[in-house]
């Protein structure tokens, strides 16, 4: 995996970055630069910015002085935020509360990304979704299913950190089995321990199809990018009720526990 910037429309760009793991295993990661309704750029997620990536990103954006936002999505998601924040010092910096526990001297915007009241700030061009029935911020710092799904309405786009995955198998195996929508592997020690959660859950990924129906694309960290115009099957929509199917026997095991 190499840095590189996507272009998934006239106003919707995907960041493909890198992550290892310990310094060996790249298991990559990702940011979203999006153009607003009123001309200015939003950056979905942090990440520092290189070379011909970021001279791409600053020739779009006016050197930078045109991102108004920069919107932290996933509360483990923390490398590149202090380094976002010093390149793109000019953008409003909104994070969740752990965001925010973590950093608390930089210029956070008093609205959590994870609240009502931010995602209305954006509502003329994004949408916000927070999963239901699972812990948003985990007492365990090494299950990170929860993020703040956004959807960019205008490129039917939905940008999505760990809880929606499309994983694409590599070399010879990738020809064995299809890419595949599918929820994070950390669902089951995720789904809140109460009667309820289950339900709670379902719920949300039925109605999460069902609003963002429309969508064409789909971009995913630690996995690949799923292009409408690369799709000749099932719609992002019907993949997302596949992956809650599919997730059914752990969903099923949690409730007889829990109700």
């Given at each position: 995996?190499?840095?590189q910037?996507?272009?998934?429309?006239?106003?919707?760009?995907?960041?493909?970055?890198?992550?290892?793991?310990?310094?060996?295993?790249?298991?990559g990661?990702?940011?979203s630069?999006?153009?607003?309704?009123n001309?200015?750029?939003?950056?979905?997620?942090?990440y520092?910015?290189?070379?011909?990536?970021?001279?791409?990103?600053?020739?779009?954006?006016?050197?930078?002085?045109?991102?108004?936002?920069?919107?932290?999505?996933?509360p483990?998601h923390t490398?590149?935020?202090?380094?976002?924040?010093?390149?793109?010092?000019?953008?409003r910096?909104?994070g969740?509360?752990?965001?925010?526990?973590?950093f608390?001297d930089?210029p956070?915007?008093?609205?959590?990304?994870?609240s009502?009241?931010?995602?209305e700030l954006?509502?003329?061009?994004?949408?916000?979704?927070?999963?239901?029935?699972?812990?948003?911020?985990?007492?365990?710092?090494?299950?990170h299913?929860?993020s703040?799904l956004a959807?960019?309405?205008?490129?039917?786009?939905?940008h999505?950190?760990?809880?929606?995955m499309y994983?694409?198998?590599?070399?010879?195996?990738?020809?064995?089995?299809?890419?595949e929508?599918?929820?994070h592997?950390?669902?089951a020690k995720?789904?809140?321990k109460?009667?309820?959660?289950?339900?709670d859950f379902r719920a949300?990924?039925?109605?999460?199809?069902?609003?963002?129906?429309?969508?064409?694309?789909?971009?995913?960290?630690?996995?690949?990018?799923?292009l409408?115009?690369?799709?000749?099957?099932?719609?992002i929509?019907?993949?997302?009720?596949a992956?809650?199917?599919?997730a059914?026997?752990?969903?099923?095991?949690?409730?007889?526990?829990?109700?």
């Open positions: 995996m190499s840095e910037i996507l272009k998934i429309s006239d106003d919707f760009w995907s960041i493909r970055g890198d992550f290892k793991i310990a310094g060996i295993v790249n298991i990661t990702h940011a630069l999006l153009r607003r309704g001309g200015k750029f939003v950056l979905l997620d942090a520092t910015l290189r070379d011909e990536v970021k001279a791409e990103v600053d020739a779009l954006t006016n050197n930078g002085d045109d991102i108004e936002a920069i919107i932290n999505l996933h483990f490398v590149h935020v202090t380094k976002a924040q010093e390149q793109y010092p000019k953008a910096l909104y969740t509360r752990r965001h925010v526990e973590q608390p930089l956070w915007q008093s609205q959590r990304t994870e009502d009241a931010f995602a954006f509502a003329d061009d994004l949408a916000f979704s927070v999963p239901a029935g699972v812990d948003f911020i985990s007492s365990n710092e090494h299950l299913f929860s703040v959807y960019h309405k205008a490129s039917r786009t939905i999505s950190d760990d809880t929606l994983l694409q198998l590599p070399g010879l195996l990738g020809k064995l089995k299809q890419p929508v599918t929820f592997m950390t669902l995720t789904l809140e109460r009667p309820g959660a289950v339900a949300w990924a039925m109605a999460l199809a069902e609003q963002w129906g429309d969508a064409e694309n789909l971009c995913a960290a630690h996995s690949s990018v799923l409408g115009s690369d799709n000749s099957g099932v719609s929509a019907g993949r997302i009720l992956a809650l199917q599919k059914e026997k752990t969903l099923q095991r949690h409730e007889k526990k829990f109700g």
